[in-house]
Protein backbone atom coordinates (compact mmCIF):
# COMPACT_ATOMS: atom_id res chain seq x y z
CA UNK A 1 0.00 0.00 0.00
CA UNK A 2 3.12 2.60 1.06
CA UNK A 3 4.70 1.76 -2.84
CA UNK A 4 0.95 2.82 -3.90
CA UNK A 5 0.51 5.98 -2.62
CA UNK A 6 3.44 7.09 -3.83
CA UNK A 7 2.53 5.78 -7.28
CA UNK A 8 -0.37 8.00 -6.84
CA UNK A 9 1.09 11.25 -5.00
CA UNK A 10 4.21 11.62 -7.05
CA UNK A 11 2.52 12.13 -10.82
CA UNK A 12 -0.20 14.41 -8.55
CA UNK A 13 2.10 16.41 -6.91
CA UNK A 14 4.30 16.91 -10.51
CA UNK A 15 0.79 17.78 -12.24
CA UNK A 16 0.11 20.21 -9.25
CA UNK A 17 3.21 22.47 -9.90
CA UNK A 18 2.95 22.40 -13.59
CA UNK A 19 -0.33 23.71 -13.55
CA UNK A 20 0.23 26.05 -10.87
CA UNK A 21 3.19 27.75 -13.59
CA UNK A 22 1.18 27.83 -16.52
CA UNK A 23 -2.30 28.57 -15.59
CA UNK A 24 -5.54 27.79 -13.17
CA UNK A 25 -5.61 25.05 -11.19
CA UNK A 26 -8.84 23.05 -10.64
CA UNK A 27 -9.24 20.71 -7.68
CA UNK A 28 -12.17 18.34 -7.00
CA UNK A 29 -12.40 16.16 -4.18
CA UNK A 30 -15.46 14.21 -3.08
CA UNK A 31 -15.96 11.46 -0.91
CA UNK A 32 -18.84 8.78 -1.19
CA UNK A 33 -19.57 6.47 1.74
CA UNK A 34 -22.47 4.07 1.76
CA UNK A 35 -24.09 0.75 2.89
CA UNK A 36 -25.36 -1.67 0.11
CA UNK A 37 -27.24 -5.03 1.57
CA UNK A 38 -26.54 -6.66 -1.31
CA UNK A 39 -22.40 -6.20 -2.49
CA UNK A 40 -22.93 -9.33 -4.93
CA UNK A 41 -26.38 -8.40 -6.69
CA UNK A 42 -27.36 -11.94 -5.97
CA UNK A 43 -29.21 -14.56 -3.34
CA UNK A 44 -26.23 -14.31 -1.21
CA UNK A 45 -27.28 -11.05 -0.02
CA UNK A 46 -24.03 -10.31 1.32
CA UNK A 47 -23.53 -6.90 2.79
CA UNK A 48 -20.87 -4.14 3.46
CA UNK A 49 -19.73 -0.42 4.07
CA UNK A 50 -18.60 0.79 1.30
CA UNK A 51 -15.72 4.07 1.38
CA UNK A 52 -15.16 5.55 -1.84
CA UNK A 53 -12.84 8.81 -2.34
CA UNK A 54 -11.85 10.36 -5.26
CA UNK A 55 -9.45 13.04 -6.27
CA UNK A 56 -9.88 15.36 -9.73
CA UNK A 57 -7.22 17.70 -11.21
CA UNK A 58 -7.60 19.77 -14.15
CA UNK A 59 -6.21 22.76 -15.64
CA UNK A 60 -7.86 24.57 -18.91
CA UNK A 61 -6.39 27.12 -21.72
CA UNK A 62 -7.96 28.72 -23.93
CA UNK A 63 -7.34 25.54 -26.49
CA UNK A 64 -6.24 22.69 -24.25
CA UNK A 65 -7.36 20.74 -21.16
CA UNK A 66 -5.24 18.63 -18.73
CA UNK A 67 -6.81 16.32 -16.31
CA UNK A 68 -6.20 13.76 -13.58
CA UNK A 69 -8.85 11.44 -12.05
CA UNK A 70 -7.77 8.80 -9.08
CA UNK A 71 -10.20 6.86 -6.72
CA UNK A 72 -10.49 4.02 -4.69
CA UNK A 73 -13.08 1.84 -3.69
CA UNK A 74 -12.84 0.08 -0.54
CA UNK A 75 -15.28 -2.68 1.21
CA UNK A 76 -15.09 -2.84 5.10
CA UNK A 77 -15.69 -6.50 5.50
CA UNK A 78 -14.73 -8.05 2.39
CA UNK A 79 -11.73 -6.02 1.66
CA UNK A 80 -10.42 -8.56 -1.33
CA UNK A 81 -12.80 -6.90 -3.19
CA UNK A 82 -11.17 -3.70 -3.23
CA UNK A 83 -9.48 -1.59 -6.17
CA UNK A 84 -8.20 1.48 -7.08
CA UNK A 85 -8.10 3.67 -10.39
CA UNK A 86 -6.17 6.51 -12.09
CA UNK A 87 -6.51 8.52 -15.28
CA UNK A 88 -4.08 10.91 -17.17
CA UNK A 89 -5.60 13.03 -19.91
CA UNK A 90 -4.92 15.76 -22.21
CA UNK A 91 -7.71 17.14 -24.84
CA UNK A 92 -7.31 19.55 -27.43
CA UNK A 93 -9.98 21.57 -28.85
CA UNK A 94 -10.56 23.88 -32.29
CA UNK A 95 -12.75 26.39 -33.44
CA UNK A 96 -13.31 25.58 -36.77
CA UNK A 97 -15.87 27.77 -37.75
CA UNK A 98 -18.59 30.01 -35.31
CA UNK A 99 -20.84 27.02 -35.96
CA UNK A 100 -18.46 24.31 -35.51
CA UNK A 101 -15.97 22.61 -32.90
CA UNK A 102 -13.89 19.56 -32.88
CA UNK A 103 -11.79 17.98 -29.92
CA UNK A 104 -8.96 15.64 -29.80
CA UNK A 105 -7.85 13.85 -26.83
CA UNK A 106 -6.44 11.37 -25.35
CA UNK A 107 -6.00 9.31 -22.15
CA UNK A 108 -3.89 6.55 -19.80
CA UNK A 109 -5.52 4.67 -16.88
CA UNK A 110 -5.09 1.59 -14.83
CA UNK A 111 -7.06 -0.09 -12.23
CA UNK A 112 -5.31 -2.64 -9.33
CA UNK A 113 -7.37 -5.17 -7.71
CA UNK A 114 -6.11 -6.85 -4.42
CA UNK A 115 -4.40 -10.28 -5.38
CA UNK A 116 -8.41 -12.07 -5.49
CA UNK A 117 -9.07 -10.55 -8.54
CA UNK A 118 -5.47 -9.34 -9.94
CA UNK A 119 -6.35 -11.19 -13.11
CA UNK A 120 -8.14 -8.16 -13.87
CA UNK A 121 -6.10 -5.72 -13.45
CA UNK A 122 -5.47 -3.49 -16.77
CA UNK A 123 -3.75 -0.50 -18.27
CA UNK A 124 -5.95 1.16 -21.16
CA UNK A 125 -4.55 3.68 -23.67
CA UNK A 126 -7.14 5.71 -25.49
CA UNK A 127 -7.65 7.85 -27.89
CA UNK A 128 -10.89 9.84 -29.20
CA UNK A 129 -12.47 12.45 -31.47
CA UNK A 130 -15.80 14.26 -31.49
CA UNK A 131 -17.08 17.74 -33.32
CA UNK A 132 -19.99 19.48 -32.79
CA UNK A 133 -22.00 21.25 -35.72
CA UNK A 134 -25.16 23.70 -35.31
CA UNK A 135 -27.20 23.90 -38.04
CA UNK A 136 -29.32 26.54 -36.37
CA UNK A 137 -29.43 28.10 -32.77
CA UNK A 138 -31.50 25.19 -32.04
CA UNK A 139 -30.19 22.28 -33.85
CA UNK A 140 -26.87 20.42 -32.60
CA UNK A 141 -25.35 17.38 -34.98
CA UNK A 142 -22.36 15.79 -32.57
CA UNK A 143 -20.13 13.09 -34.32
CA UNK A 144 -17.37 11.31 -33.36
CA UNK A 145 -14.95 8.17 -32.66
CA UNK A 146 -12.94 6.68 -30.10
CA UNK A 147 -9.85 3.61 -30.29
CA UNK A 148 -8.34 2.05 -27.03
CA UNK A 149 -5.83 -0.58 -26.34
CA UNK A 150 -6.83 -2.40 -22.91
CA UNK A 151 -3.59 -5.03 -21.23
CA UNK A 152 -4.51 -7.36 -18.65
CA UNK A 153 -1.45 -7.94 -16.84
CA UNK A 154 -2.52 -11.03 -15.46
CA UNK A 155 -4.79 -12.34 -17.79
CA UNK A 156 -3.30 -12.36 -21.84
CA UNK A 157 -6.09 -13.86 -23.53
CA UNK A 158 -8.32 -10.45 -22.53
CA UNK A 159 -6.23 -8.05 -24.25
CA UNK A 160 -7.67 -6.14 -27.19
CA UNK A 161 -8.09 -3.11 -29.00
CA UNK A 162 -11.83 -1.48 -29.29
CA UNK A 163 -13.59 1.08 -31.69
CA UNK A 164 -16.40 3.25 -31.86
CA UNK A 165 -18.21 5.82 -33.99
CA UNK A 166 -21.05 7.43 -32.97
CA UNK A 167 -23.19 10.16 -34.14
CA UNK A 168 -25.92 12.21 -31.65
CA UNK A 169 -29.12 14.79 -32.72
CA UNK A 170 -30.19 17.52 -30.18
CA UNK A 171 -32.81 19.71 -30.48
CA UNK A 172 -34.70 22.46 -28.21
CA UNK A 173 -38.21 23.23 -28.69
CA UNK A 174 -40.05 26.54 -28.38
CA UNK A 175 -41.97 24.47 -25.66
CA UNK A 176 -38.98 24.37 -23.41
CA UNK A 177 -38.72 20.68 -24.34
CA UNK A 178 -35.27 19.27 -25.57
CA UNK A 179 -35.10 16.29 -27.83
CA UNK A 180 -31.94 13.71 -28.72
CA UNK A 181 -31.52 10.74 -30.82
CA UNK A 182 -27.77 9.15 -30.73
CA UNK A 183 -26.60 5.87 -32.39
CA UNK A 184 -22.82 4.23 -31.70
CA UNK A 185 -21.33 1.05 -33.33
CA UNK A 186 -18.56 -0.70 -30.87
CA UNK A 187 -16.27 -3.09 -32.40
CA UNK A 188 -13.79 -5.27 -30.17
CA UNK A 189 -10.98 -7.29 -31.56
CA UNK A 190 -9.12 -9.82 -29.26
CA UNK A 191 -5.35 -10.06 -29.46
CA UNK A 192 -3.88 -13.47 -29.65
CA UNK A 193 -2.52 -15.09 -27.04
CA UNK A 194 0.13 -18.25 -26.47
CA UNK A 195 -0.24 -21.69 -25.05
CA UNK A 196 2.56 -23.55 -23.95
CA UNK A 197 1.45 -27.73 -24.63
CA UNK A 198 3.82 -29.64 -22.83
CA UNK A 199 4.05 -33.32 -23.20
CA UNK A 200 6.01 -35.92 -21.01
CA UNK A 201 7.68 -38.98 -23.46
CA UNK A 202 9.60 -41.50 -21.85
CA UNK A 203 12.16 -43.88 -23.73
CA UNK A 204 13.89 -46.96 -22.68
CA UNK A 205 17.29 -46.76 -20.72
CA UNK A 206 16.75 -42.70 -21.54
CA UNK A 207 14.43 -42.18 -18.59
CA UNK A 208 11.40 -39.22 -19.01
CA UNK A 209 11.92 -35.76 -20.68
CA UNK A 210 9.87 -33.24 -21.53
CA UNK A 211 8.86 -31.20 -24.90
CA UNK A 212 7.01 -27.56 -25.01
CA UNK A 213 4.97 -26.36 -28.11
CA UNK A 214 4.10 -22.91 -28.11
CA UNK A 215 0.33 -22.47 -30.09
CA UNK A 216 -1.66 -19.50 -30.45
CA UNK A 217 -5.05 -18.93 -29.42
CA UNK A 218 -7.95 -15.96 -30.18
CA UNK A 219 -11.16 -15.29 -28.35
CA UNK A 220 -13.74 -14.26 -30.62
CA UNK A 221 -14.45 -10.38 -31.90
CA UNK A 222 -17.33 -9.06 -30.91
CA UNK A 223 -19.83 -6.28 -32.10
CA UNK A 224 -22.87 -3.99 -31.00
CA UNK A 225 -25.02 -1.73 -31.60
CA UNK A 226 -26.76 1.01 -29.35
CA UNK A 227 -29.98 3.18 -30.16
CA UNK A 228 -30.80 5.76 -28.01
CA UNK A 229 -33.59 8.46 -27.74
CA UNK A 230 -34.36 11.15 -24.86
CA UNK A 231 -37.15 13.90 -24.40
CA UNK A 232 -36.20 16.22 -21.52
CA UNK A 233 -39.05 18.69 -20.39
CA UNK A 234 -38.66 22.12 -18.41
CA UNK A 235 -41.96 22.08 -16.91
CA UNK A 236 -41.60 25.15 -14.29
CA UNK A 237 -38.37 27.55 -13.67
CA UNK A 238 -38.15 24.92 -10.60
CA UNK A 239 -39.39 21.56 -11.71
CA UNK A 240 -37.52 19.48 -14.98
CA UNK A 241 -37.23 16.21 -15.93
CA UNK A 242 -36.30 13.63 -18.51
CA UNK A 243 -37.33 10.53 -20.37
CA UNK A 244 -34.86 8.02 -21.90
CA UNK A 245 -35.10 4.65 -24.15
CA UNK A 246 -32.57 2.55 -25.38
CA UNK A 247 -31.59 -0.68 -26.89
CA UNK A 248 -28.58 -2.34 -27.52
CA UNK A 249 -27.83 -5.37 -30.17
CA UNK A 250 -25.24 -7.53 -29.07
CA UNK A 251 -25.28 -9.99 -31.86
CA UNK A 252 -22.11 -11.58 -30.22
CA UNK A 253 -20.77 -14.43 -27.87
CA UNK A 254 -20.59 -11.99 -24.88
CA UNK A 255 -18.45 -11.25 -21.92
CA UNK A 256 -15.19 -12.34 -21.86
CA UNK A 257 -14.68 -11.91 -18.28
CA UNK A 258 -17.16 -14.07 -16.17
CA UNK A 259 -14.88 -16.73 -15.15
CA UNK A 260 -16.68 -20.06 -15.76
CA UNK A 261 -19.33 -20.27 -13.08
CA UNK A 262 -18.15 -17.10 -11.05
CA UNK A 263 -21.01 -15.82 -9.63
CA UNK A 264 -19.33 -12.15 -9.27
CA UNK A 265 -17.20 -10.04 -11.82
CA UNK A 266 -16.21 -6.82 -10.72
CA UNK A 267 -16.46 -5.67 -14.35
CA UNK A 268 -20.01 -5.11 -15.59
CA UNK A 269 -18.75 -5.99 -19.47
CA UNK A 270 -21.33 -4.22 -22.12
CA UNK A 271 -20.16 -6.85 -24.36
CA UNK A 272 -21.90 -9.67 -22.20
CA UNK A 273 -25.57 -8.81 -22.75
CA UNK A 274 -28.23 -6.85 -24.96
CA UNK A 275 -31.34 -5.63 -24.25
CA UNK A 276 -34.26 -2.35 -23.58
CA UNK A 277 -33.36 0.09 -20.91
CA UNK A 278 -35.44 3.11 -19.73
CA UNK A 279 -34.88 5.52 -17.33
CA UNK A 280 -36.78 8.47 -16.41
CA UNK A 281 -36.12 11.14 -14.08
CA UNK A 282 -37.80 13.87 -12.58
CA UNK A 283 -36.30 17.01 -10.41
CA UNK A 284 -37.08 19.78 -8.00
CA UNK A 285 -34.93 22.84 -7.84
CA UNK A 286 -35.91 24.81 -4.24
CA UNK A 287 -33.55 27.45 -5.15
CA UNK A 288 -30.05 27.99 -6.32
CA UNK A 289 -28.14 25.31 -3.59
CA UNK A 290 -30.92 22.60 -2.67
CA UNK A 291 -32.21 20.37 -5.25
CA UNK A 292 -34.42 16.98 -4.50
CA UNK A 293 -34.36 14.27 -7.75
CA UNK A 294 -36.14 10.87 -8.33
CA UNK A 295 -34.99 8.58 -10.80
CA UNK A 296 -36.85 5.53 -11.98
CA UNK A 297 -34.45 2.47 -14.37
CA UNK A 298 -36.30 -0.26 -15.74
CA UNK A 299 -34.44 -2.76 -18.18
CA UNK A 300 -34.28 -5.86 -19.73
CA UNK A 301 -31.31 -7.88 -20.39
CA UNK A 302 -30.62 -11.21 -22.57
CA UNK A 303 -27.25 -12.35 -22.01
CA UNK A 304 -25.03 -13.61 -24.54
CA UNK A 305 -22.73 -16.76 -23.52
CA UNK A 306 -24.10 -17.08 -19.95
CA UNK A 307 -25.82 -20.01 -19.46
CA UNK A 308 -28.41 -21.02 -16.22
CA UNK A 309 -26.72 -23.61 -14.15
CA UNK A 310 -28.57 -25.26 -11.49
CA UNK A 311 -27.95 -24.25 -8.30
CA UNK A 312 -28.86 -26.15 -4.73
CA UNK A 313 -30.09 -23.08 -1.82
CA UNK A 314 -29.94 -26.09 0.08
CA UNK A 315 -26.57 -27.16 0.66
CA UNK A 316 -25.19 -23.78 -1.33
CA UNK A 317 -23.44 -25.62 -3.89
CA UNK A 318 -23.37 -25.61 -8.11
CA UNK A 319 -24.97 -28.95 -9.16
CA UNK A 320 -22.73 -31.49 -10.79
CA UNK A 321 -23.34 -34.88 -12.92
CA UNK A 322 -21.89 -37.98 -12.96
CA UNK A 323 -18.66 -36.49 -15.20
CA UNK A 324 -18.28 -33.79 -12.42
CA UNK A 325 -19.82 -31.00 -15.22
CA UNK A 326 -22.05 -28.70 -14.31
CA UNK A 327 -25.55 -28.89 -14.99
CA UNK A 328 -27.04 -25.94 -17.74
CA UNK A 329 -31.08 -25.94 -17.08
CA UNK A 330 -31.62 -22.88 -19.60
CA UNK A 331 -29.26 -21.42 -22.40
CA UNK A 332 -28.60 -17.92 -21.99
CA UNK A 333 -29.87 -16.10 -18.34
CA UNK A 334 -32.55 -13.41 -18.72
CA UNK A 335 -33.19 -10.42 -16.11
CA UNK A 336 -36.17 -7.91 -15.55
CA UNK A 337 -35.78 -5.61 -12.86
CA UNK A 338 -35.91 -1.74 -11.66
CA UNK A 339 -34.69 0.58 -9.14
CA UNK A 340 -36.10 3.31 -7.62
CA UNK A 341 -33.45 6.53 -6.35
CA UNK A 342 -34.22 9.29 -4.45
CA UNK A 343 -31.61 12.20 -3.94
CA UNK A 344 -31.20 15.64 -2.43
CA UNK A 345 -27.96 17.52 -2.86
CA UNK A 346 -27.18 21.11 -1.02
CA UNK A 347 -24.27 23.42 -2.31
CA UNK A 348 -22.38 26.17 0.38
CA UNK A 349 -21.18 28.32 -2.43
CA UNK A 350 -17.87 30.39 -2.27
CA UNK A 351 -16.53 29.29 1.26
CA UNK A 352 -14.41 32.20 2.50
CA UNK A 353 -15.24 34.52 -0.32
CA UNK A 354 -13.21 32.39 -2.61
CA UNK A 355 -13.97 30.63 -5.84
CA UNK A 356 -15.12 26.96 -3.82
CA UNK A 357 -18.20 25.12 -3.25
CA UNK A 358 -18.50 22.31 -0.57
CA UNK A 359 -21.47 19.93 -1.85
CA UNK A 360 -23.36 17.78 0.24
CA UNK A 361 -25.63 14.85 -1.36
CA UNK A 362 -27.79 12.26 0.33
CA UNK A 363 -29.54 8.94 -2.50
CA UNK A 364 -31.09 5.74 -1.65
CA UNK A 365 -32.00 3.79 -4.06
CA UNK A 366 -34.14 0.13 -4.24
CA UNK A 367 -33.23 -2.56 -6.62
CA UNK A 368 -35.04 -5.42 -7.37
CA UNK A 369 -34.26 -8.20 -10.19
CA UNK A 370 -35.90 -10.91 -11.32
CA UNK A 371 -33.75 -13.49 -13.74
CA UNK A 372 -34.79 -17.33 -14.84
CA UNK A 373 -31.29 -17.93 -13.34
CA UNK A 374 -32.83 -17.90 -9.52
CA UNK A 375 -29.28 -17.48 -7.93
CA UNK A 376 -29.72 -13.71 -10.15
CA UNK A 377 -33.16 -13.51 -7.98
CA UNK A 378 -32.36 -10.60 -5.74
CA UNK A 379 -33.61 -7.18 -4.32
CA UNK A 380 -31.05 -4.78 -2.78
CA UNK A 381 -31.11 -1.11 -0.61
CA UNK A 382 -28.58 1.10 -0.69
CA UNK A 383 -27.99 4.23 1.09
CA UNK A 384 -25.10 6.50 0.82
CA UNK A 385 -24.05 9.81 1.13
CA UNK A 386 -21.40 12.57 -0.59
CA UNK A 387 -19.13 14.97 0.43
CA UNK A 388 -17.43 16.97 -2.19
CA UNK A 389 -15.21 20.17 -2.51
CA UNK A 390 -13.94 21.85 -5.17
CA UNK A 391 -11.68 24.86 -5.68
CA UNK A 392 -10.55 27.05 -8.09
CA UNK A 393 -6.97 29.18 -8.05
Known amino acids: MKTFRKNIFLPLIILSFSVQIFGQINIDFTSFTSYSGNIFHSTSSVDDYIISPQLSLSYT ?174 ITTKIGGYTDFSYRYNPSDGNPYELEIQSFSPIDDYFGYGGLNWTTSLKYKFNQNLWSKFDFNLYNKKYTNRPVYLYDFTDNIWVVDVNDEYIISDSNRKDTGYSLEFSTQYKFEKLFNKPSNLILEFNATYFNNDSNDPYFKYDDISIGFQLGFDFQK
Open 61 to 234: SEKSYYYYTGYLTNLLENSQYNRRFNKFGYEYFHKFSENFIGYFGSNFSFRKNEELLNYYDYSQLKGYTSFKYYPTEKMLVGFGGSLQNKNFSNEEAWNHTESMIWIQNSLSLPTRTSLRFSGSFLYRNFQPYSIVDESIYSQSGRGKWMAQSMNYEELSSLWQTLLSARVAQS
